[in-house]
């Protein structure tokens, strides 16, 4: 008896298993979207660093008609503002074209992922600009990772040549709204706290002592960013 | 217990069976027709089906495709039209319904008579036979209301469909419903049978599916590594390629066109510079079983129904009464910019003094364009403005859109032929692709007649999804025009609601008609409801 059972689960395990075969004998790679670029042309050498991540990060990008793909190489270019990836197959970092994509992310090395978003900015120099999003809702906290090239006190390179110019951080935090824009945004603890009335203030400042947070960076910023959400406090703006 | 187990495993057995067997269902506004009519079709496909779209085609009893389309499913249902050709011979028609996921391959038999020639003299044709027809359930809680046993001619009418709570949360999808002209004793049936094509499990969600092989031209042997592509000319071009495999075998999807396109498929070897050729899939090439066919003969009402449809399908010839209207096909907001990038120069050659030839244009008007015709051998070249040289290679050359590789082709182009040109100065990527600039000439007469076909070079014209159409009413006609219409009444994507109001009126067609309500359960079975009403 045992052994006429074990005959017939065998047959209905081959049975299975030759279904799923069957199914998945045809793998094909539909059309998806392709991404579009140009070649990356090296920036020139100074003091500083152009990118946001050193290496190329894996992640995946959005483009604009939604489409994701994923498990690419990716760079952040503060200096441009420009997504660059590494195409293996023709051994070529490629400068994304801005206008395809939504939004992109990658996961840094020491696992923190890193999302950004492309957004119209209608501020000074107004343009499409990928930004950082470090907390998102109706009320989002953005950042602009912008590198300058500038001048600075003369030096001489690992060459000996002597330069007057180096890639300096010029990050720009901004909250944001769909209908009321950007509002630039320094970050601090008052800069913060300016954004309630009086006695909204000592409710966060409160909320905030109670959490051990004391705002003196990018990071604790927006930990009681997200705290004061989590807490449903109003933001003015 | 080996028996419990046993059991469990049958009842396993025929449950999964039983799912994979979920077909489609085929509904037709008529079983019979004329030709140079217009068919109305409906299908309601399986919950579980993967394609996004239907093909329906009519085919003869030797097999042979005689005309087919492509319909978009919405919310597991389609519905479209076919216009039978004027010249299809008299005799019986299978019209299928299939997907390329789905196994099994649904058909619906009708008869078409041929509009100058009549039911054949024999008084019989060959009918499908020995067919185990798929039976849809009469359905008894869907009451049909306002219908009257009869009508006068020009007579407005107006039903009520009333639908109970259960009814509604048991349908998927829509209902559809028709009243069309019917032959009281002759019915048609449909049946399924298993695709002996490949069935290919793969999503092709949105569009339609263009295969072929290339070969060696010299020694007809599927080729390794040859780009193909494929492209839509239009304002902002479509563009696709693939790289072929040991088999020498491609395939493309076509998402979201709808209507007739222009499609150029062309081909070139990677590497080498063989010589090779496009061979695409052949999809009127149909591996179907067909049942057997045996003769039928016909009775007194069946040959005088005919012969009445026959004229009033003339007569409405003769004042040009169509039956249904092509809505604009939807639009789809494709790719911003064009796939070679935006252009860093746009040069309209019109605004300038005319020049004979690209020669001279590229001269005069192309910054960073360098063609020459040494030796009559032309080579074009384009600078690469963020590296301040000029490429090495041949840029990408596309007209109308289409890439061309022969400079032949565009070095008579003179000022009157060009429209416009646009110059991208960069190293483009378009994934594994690597252009070397792009030059991409637009002509005057945008018909890219200038292509020339070869065994690498294909120019289709395409017809993808169908629009959608609407039956037109009678408020259409002029007064003094006859009313010659079969369907009184086609809706084939109705909301079920617990009360449904339809309006409809008859026609100067004095015969028998039929409403009949077609729905599908989310289980996969079907129903209908059916009331038959004269006008006279």
Same mark, same amino acid.
């Given at each position: ?147 300058? @090239? ?56 409160? @909320? ?30 | ?91 019986? /028609? ?16 009708? /008869? ?102 290339? =070969? ?80 039928? =003969? ?149 018909? /890219? ?78 129903? /209908? ?8």
């Amino acid at each position: 008896m045992a052994n006429r059972i074990k005959y017939i689960f065998l047959f209905f395990s081959l049975l299975i298993a030759t279904s799923l075969t069957a199914q998945e004998q045809f793998p094909r790679k539909w059309n998806t979207e392709k991404i579009k670029g140009t070649r990356q042309i090296p920036y020139p050498a100074y003091s500083g660093f152009p990118f946001l991540n050193d290496k190329f990060a894996m992640g995946e990008i959005e483009f604009s008609d939604g489409k994701k793909l994923n498990n690419l190489g990716l760079r952040y270019s503060s200096y441009r503002d420009e997504l660059i990836y590494y195409n293996s197959a023709i051994s070529a970092q490629i400068v994304i074209d801005k206008i395809s994509l939504k939004s992109f992310s990658f996961t840094e090395e020491n696992g923190v992922k890193r999302f950004f978003r492309r957004q119209y900015y209608d501020g000074f120099l107004p343009g499409e600009r990928f930004f950082e999003v470090l907390s998102d809702g109706e009320l989002s906290l953005l950042v602009y990772r912008k590198v300058v @090239l500038q001048t600075c006190p003369p030096y001489n390179d690992n060459g000996g040549i002597l330069k007057n110019m180096s890639y300096q951080l010029a990050y720009n935090y901004y909250i944001y709204n769909s209908k009321k824009g950007y509002e630039l945004i320094r970050i601090n603890k008052s800069s913060l706290l300016s954004k309630f009335d009086k006695p909204t203030q000592k409710v966060v400042k409160k @909320l905030l002592r109670k959490n051990n947070i004391s705002v003196t960076d990018e990071s604790s910023f927006v930990r009681a960013w997200n705290l004061i959400k989590e807490n449903e406090i109003r933001i003015d703006f | 217990m080996e028996r419990k187990i046993i059991t469990i495993l049958l009842l396993f057995a025929v449950f999964t069976v039983k799912a994979q067997d979920k077909g489609l269902n085929l509904f037709t506004d008529r079983d019979l027709y004329v030709s140079g009519e217009t068919l109305l079709v409906k299908v309601f496909t399986p919950a579980e089906e993967q394609s996004g779209i239907v093909n329906i085609d009519l085919i003869n009893h030797n097999g042979k495709k005689i005309t087919g389309v492509i319909l978009e499913i919405n919310n597991h249902q389609a519905d479209g039209f076919i216009s039978l050709p004027d010249s299809l011979s008299s005799g019986f /028609y299978l019209l299928s319904t299939s997907t390329r996921t789905d196994k099994m391959i649904t058909y619906k038999e009708l /008869y078409i008579s041929n509009r100058f020639s009549g039911l054949p003299e024999s008084n019989s044709d060959m009918k499908p036979s020995g067919i185990a027809p798929l039976v849809d359930l009469s359905i008894q809680n869907l009451v049909v209301e306002g219908i009257e046993k009869q009508y006068k001619t020009r007579q407005k009418g107006h039903v009520i469909l009333q639908l109970p709570s259960d009814l509604i949360s048991q349908i998927d999808g829509g209902l559809s419903v028709s009243i069309a002209g019917t032959n009281p004793g002759f019915n048609t049936l449909q049946f399924s049978q298993k695709s002996e094509n490949v069935v290919i499990q793969s999503n092709v969600k949105e569009g339609i599916v263009i295969e072929g092989t290339i =070969t060696d031209l010299k020694t007809a042997k599927p080729f390794k590594n040859a780009v193909v592509y494929l492209s839509i000319p239009d304002s902002i071009p479509g563009f696709q390629y693939f790289v072929t495999a040991e088999d020498g075998r491609f395939s493309f999807q076509i998402e979201k066109y709808y209507g007739k396109i222009p499609v150029v498929i062309q081909c070139f070897a990677k590497e080498k510079s063989n010589l090779l050729k496009i061979t695409l899939d052949d999809r009127n090439n149909l591996k179907i079983a067909l049942p057997l066919f045996e003769p039928r =003969t016909f009775t007194p009402e069946f040959r005088k129904s005919v012969e009445k449809t026959t004229d009033a399908i003339t007569f409405r010839k003769i004042f040009n009464q169509q039956e249904i209207t092509v809505q604009p096909a939807p639009i789809i907001k494709r790719d911003a910019y064009p796939y070679y990038g935006n252009p860093t120069k746009t040069i309209d050659p019109h605004l300038f003094i005319d020049l004979p030839n690209f020669n001279e244009i590229s001269k005069e008007l192309l910054p960073g364009v360098k063609f020459r015709n040494y030796n009559r051998v032309p080579t074009l070249q384009v600078f690469n403005a963020a590296q301040q040289f000029y490429f090495e290679n041949q840029p990408l050359i596309l007209l109308d859109g289409i890439p061309i590789r022969d400079l032949n082709v565009i070095k008579d182009m003179g000022t009157k032929d060009i429209a416009k040109v646009e110059i991208v100065q960069n190293e483009r990527f378009y994934d594994d692709l690597i252009f070397p600039g792009v030059i991409a000439i637009y002509t005057s007469k945008a018909d /890219y007649t200038r292509v020339p076909e070869s065994n690498d070079l294909i120019k289709l014209n395409l017809e993808v999804i169908q629009p959608h159409a609407i039956l037109n009413s009678p408020l259409q006609l002029r007064l003094s025009d006859p009313d010659l219409r079969q369907v009184l009444l086609w809706n084939p994507s109705l909301k079920p609601a617990p009360k449904i109001e339809l309006d409809f009126q008859t026609s100067d067609i004095k015969s028998s008609y039929k409403l009949i309500v077609h729905g599908k359960t989310s289980d996969g079975s079907t129903f /209908y409801k059916e009331q038959i009403f004269e006008v006279n």
